[in-house]
């Protein structure tokens, strides 16, 4: 049975930091990517980065522009664990964000919803001062 639990949201003051966690289960970590998404009251769900399948290596990682260079994703292969450090927070991050997993295995980098088809209930991230 595949899950995805997400951890770590919280709120935090413009410029702070917070480390997202998704721990996962079900599934050979290593031959997906997984992906964080976030949705904002009143809006879409949209992608934020996404790691490619390692299969032992570091994986390649993609990030979408208003969070580039102020956000890191890795994974961690020994706990079947992916991290989302996200740095320099601004009031427009604000959201639930979301962790999902490739419909399919391999190295290439996963950028829509459709992509992925199983995802975690969600984390609460709220930038305000």
């Known amino acids: 049975q595949v899950q995805l639990v997400e951890s770590g949201g919280g709120l935090v003051q413009p410029g702070g930091s917070l480390r997202l966690s998704c721990a996962t289960s079900?599934?050979?970590?290593?031959?997906?990517?997984v992906g964080w998404f976030r949705q904002a009251p009143g809006r879409e769900r949209e992608g934020v980065a996404c790691?490619?399948?390692?299969?032992?290596?570091?994986?390649?990682?993609w990030y979408a522009g208003p969070v580039r260079g102020r956000f890191t994703i890795t994974k961690d292969n020994t706990n079947d664990t992916v991290i989302l450090q996200m740095n320099s927070l601004k009031p427009e991050d604000t959201a639930v964000y979301y962790c999902a997993k490739s419909r399919l295995y391999g190295s290439t980098l996963y950028r829509d919803i459709g992509d992925y088809d199983y995802w975690g209930q969600g984390t609460q991230v709220t930038v305000s001062s």
């Open positions: 079900g599934f050979i970590f290593d031959f997906y990517a």
């Open positions: 790691i490619s399948g390692t299969s032992g290596g570091d994986g390649s990682a």
